[in-house]
């Protein structure tokens, strides 16, 4: 990407190279790995981290997501969670900082027959893509995670489904692009005009949709945190995903005591967290391990994560803006997929070929609900609810 | 009660008549009812009203509460029921506060056949001893509370059974007793030595153990708050009290959209909240009014309340202190108790003679578990856990 943009001005040695909207861990990927390589980058967001990724559970999860009619962003997945112990290696070298990357694998379960049945019907799809999906006899469940509930009919190990800590990530990720040289500016951004640089970068997740006009829309998640008592880890160390009376629930076990229990997935844009939600969450999460009746109840919290048409992200320029490259509606996936994200955007914003990961990201193939130009951003875009309804 | 009690001094001049410990709903009214009869008060508290009245409901039901085997606590909560709409009229005289005094009434359900069969025993017992309780037939139920699940089998309406909001009523009382002359001294007393007055009343919720040495035990509560969506009021009127597959839950809507869900019953001294208990919580009052599940679970929190051996609280001197007044071990009967007990342990300061209501309530009741003089006060009194332990 080079300077003959339509917002290229004269003044270009004050002017950044990069603009990124939104330093979550998406936008703090992309300025680390921007300004690593030299160029001069600027990050805008009034409240770093504060989006999707504060309520996000870290599971690094490729092959328990890979889902009946998702199969190309299966691979997107695949590819990112394949770039992590190398990303998360340079990123605690860099940084000195502890980001929770565990690797124990993922364990999925089935607690009722019917679960169970509903559970093995996604396993032998998964296997038949060739992933790493190993069945085991309740026994070797047990085995592995004593603290199953006697009556989980059964399950099958992920093991090269890991777990990052989102929380902690993020600080890391902001060390990261501070020292490579990126600048933070605590403002918000209203419209793309705000900001001015050769090439902006838009990351910030639902608030997307008003800046450009694209096709995200929020997709509310409830999610809970619970602390194992008198400050001990979790009794179990596995993630767990498991069916329980039909509510699809994971369980992901932090060393410090926390488990993260979630999450629910709801066509709507508000943040409150209902009784309702919090009661199956909890309901699902005690029948599958019955320890977690006494542990403690630390926070209740609803996130909105950015949403597409069809579940995969946004990655490359705007229709018609060079200059203004879309990173955003990761939906469920923002925290596995951000190292392939923060690689594919630096690339594209140091003007190299497109990767042919991209094709099917481009900005433009929604058609003409597509985005829209300055005009159409400038006055906010679809109302997400619409879009919404529309998809839902 | 006059100044020949032990500790008399000579300084009486500046010395207060009363030192309240203890500014929750029963030191608070003792102090307005002390101070409105001309004597000199100082309540003593570091956090006034952040004791077990910060989770109470505020139920005045001494209908609904009157349990096999407590029959003379039944009449002690129904004596002070009779006293709580002149009560709330003089205090809102007073202070022009709105404490949420509500008439409504409290509907009794049961969800199951057989949480309705352990209903009717209940309700059958209350009747025998003359209480109004009227069993409705499930078509009348619905006409009263159209939000009751279909599936409740019956219900009885307890119609003198009525509610405040606690945390309106401890600011109210607070205002009424400085009004009537009444100091508040922020700062907490570790033993009876640490005031000074002709007389002490210990208003400590369950502080008074290790005060007193008084049979005192911490028994945990969890309560949740709901708030109706929207900012409207909750879908029903009544305060609601259900057995829910076994589960014994209450429901009660304030006019502001709260709905307060509480509470479990637990010997244990924590306060944290646990994922088991929110669950059962949830599960019984989203099965009783299925509203609920869409309703914002705005809070969820532990208290403690300060329990005797007989459930009944502790009224009047210490043996062998008659300068010392035990105003504690309401137990869950705190809100509903406070005018009688503001009334009996003003008369007491008086000096007048003791009102025969309090003879099952003295301090010596519990024998060699009973009070301590201030050298054991001083060493803290036995372990509340112990006594729990032996009394649970």
New interface residues.
């Given amino acids: 990407m080079t300077d003959r943009s339509p917002s290229a001005r004269s003044s270009d040695r004050a002017r950044p190279d990069v603009a990124v909207v939104g330093a979550g861990p998406i936008g703090l990927a992309i300025a680390w790995r921007c300004a690593a390589r030299g160029l001069r980058v600027v990050v805008h967001d009034a409240a770093p981290g504060s989006g999707a990724s504060a309520v996000a559970a870290g599971m690094l999860s490729p092959v328990a997501e890979a889902y009946f009619g998702e199969r190309q962003l299966t691979e997107l997945l695949l590819a990112s969670a394949a770039r992590w112990p190398a990303f998360a290696a340079e990123l605690t070298e860099t940084t000195g900082a502890a980001i929770g990357y565990r690797t124990e694998g993922t364990l999925m379960v089935g607690l009722t027959g019917d679960d169970l049945a509903e559970a093995r019907r996604l396993w032998a799809y998964q296997q038949g893509l060739g992933l790493p999906v190993t069945p085991l006899r309740p026994s070797e469940l047990r085995d592995r995670e004593p603290a199953l509930a006697p009556r989980v009919r059964g399950g099958a190990l992920a093991p090269t489904d890991h777990q990052v800590d989102p929380r902690l990530l993020v600080p890391a990720l902001r060390t990261a692009a501070q020292r490579a040289g990126a600048a933070l500016v605590p403002q918000a951004v209203r419209q793309l005009s705000d900001v001015d640089a050769r090439v902006t970068v838009v990351a910030a997740g639902c608030g997307a949709a008003a800046l450009t006009g694209l096709p995200v829309r929020p997709v509310k998640g409830q999610i ?1 945190r ?1 602390r194992a ?1 008198d400050g001990v880890a979790p009794g179990f160390r596995h993630v767990i995903r498991g069916y329980a009376d039909g509510e699809h629930v994971y369980l992901v076990p932090r060393s410090d005591g926390e488990v993260v ?1 979630g999450a629910t997935v709801e066509e709507r844009s508000d943040t ?8 199956r969450l ?2 699902a ?2 029948d599958l391990l019955p320890e ?7 926070e ?1 919290v609803a996130g909105l994560r950015p949403g597409t048409p069809d579940n995969a992200p946004i990655l490359g320029p705007l229709p018609g803006r060079p200059d203004v490259l879309a990173a955003t509606g990761h939906h469920r996936h923002g925290i596995v997929l951000t190292p392939i994200t923060a690689d594919l955007i630096a690339d594209l914003v140091l003007g190299g070929v497109p990767d042919p990961l991209l094709a099917p990201l481009r900005a433009d193939r929604f058609g003409a609900a597509g985005p829209a130009g300055p005009a159409m951003a400038a006055s906010g875009g679809p109302e997400p609810t619409m879009e919404g309804d529309r998809w839902s």
């Fill in positions: 809970l619970l008592p229990l409150t967290v209902t009784a309702g939600a919090v009661q909890l309901r999460g005690v977690l009746a006494e542990y403690d109840l630390v209740a």
